[in-house]
């Protein structure tokens, strides 16, 4: 792949003409590029997700972690201060001062940390505890992904004539309630009665979640600014999936060792030791998914519905769902 990306590149040059005009190469010359912002934020975000990454199999409390930890804190703060002073920022702060593309991101943080460690975590427990092959659990999951479809569309019809804030609050309702059934899955139950019912749930949570925020993100920003919106939401979801699968699988992994180590290799106690902890994280996500809809609802600016041709414009092409 790299490869044939090295090769296009010479023909992209040779045939694709540059579609800015001189007025357009004017204002960039004038306007120098924020090298030290970039290289700062750039760092610190790489740093972060690595980190987190990581954690799922170092500890927390080691020297690497916090180390690693202290050095995102120093970057990040030195990001911030960056562009509170130089004249041209790569990321205005004055966009922070938006309620509902604030609210939107630090909901979108919680929202993703909750739907990676789910998706993560409901393949696994499908393998482990109800015995699904790879292929079969793939399968399992078509019916969420036609419900993400299904609110998808249903969140970009009711944006038009609701709040974003009462589509969230909607969507994180179906979500949680998924979540809870999952929780509640037995070890030994069935496909059509134990897993079904929450998918659906989820997906349909899941889509009118996704495109919400998307548009909530935007509020308030003008189409200069356009650029920074699209970043800070997808920095969000990044973000967020990797801070809530660490968490959450650092939750759901504790005490595993000592269970599977009391089964004896019994697959019958082995499948109920891997319960525990895909129910642990099942919990621990609709917590994270109530800290979210609590969010919304404290901090949410009840302002009228988005116009129909802003929704349009605003509207994301996929969904970014990722089983």
């Known amino acids: 792949m790299t490869t044939l990306g090295a090769m296009a590149v010479p023909l992209v040059l040779a045939r694709i003409p540059e579609s800015r005009g001189e007025e357009a190469r004017a204002g960039e010359r004038r306007r120098p590029f924020d090298t030290a912002g970039s290289v700062t934020l750039t760092g610190g975000l790489l740093l972060l997700i690595f980190t987190l990454g990581e954690t799922t199999h170092i500890a927390w409390g080691g020297a690497r972690t ?136 989820l997906g349909l949570g899941c889509g009118m979640v996704f495109v919400t925020l998307q548009i909530a993100a935007f509020v308030g920003i003008g189409d200069e600014e356009a650029g920074v919106g699209a970043g800070l939401i997808n920095t969000s979801q990044e973000a967020g999936g990797a ?56 901090l949410m600016p009840r302002r009228a519905a988005v116009p129909p041709e802003k929704a349009r414009e605003e509207r994301p092409q996929q969904v970014g769902v990722r089983p």
């Not at 393949?123 to 998808?152: D, I, T």
């Not at 595993?256 to 019994?266: E, I, K, Q, S, T």
Request: hydrophobic fraction near 60%; aromatic fraction near 10%.
């Open 243 to 298: 801070l809530g699968l660490a968490v959450i699988a650092t939750i759901a992994y504790s005490g595993l060792g000592a269970r599977l180590g009391a089964a004896a290799g019994d697959p019958a106690k082995v499948a109920a030791a891997q319960a525990v902890s895909n129910h642990r994280a099942f919990l621990a996500s609709a917590c994270v998914g109530l800290a979210a809809l609590l969010f919304v609802v404290l």
């Open 66 to 201: 916090i180390g690693s930890l202290v050095a995102v804190a120093v970057l990040l703060t030195a990001f911030v201060a960056i562009e509170s002073n130089v004249a041209h920022p790569m990321m205005p702060l004055r966009v922070f001062r938006l309620r509902t593309m604030r609210t939107a991101n630090i909901t979108a943080i919680l929202v993703f940390a909750t739907f990676s460690a789910l998706f993560f975590f409901a393949s696994l427990f499908m393998q482990q505890v109800y015995g699904y092959s790879p292929m079969r659990a793939g399968f399992a999951y078509v019916p969420l992904a036609v419900s993400v479809v299904v609110g998808a569309g249903l969140a970009s019809g009711l944006i038009t004539r609701l709040a974003p804030r009462s589509v969230l609050i909607a969507g994180l309702t179906l979500t949680i309630g998924g979540l809870l059934l999952m929780w509640r899955a037995p070890v030994g139950g069935g496909y059509a009665a134990d897993l079904l019912p929450p998918f659906l749930a």
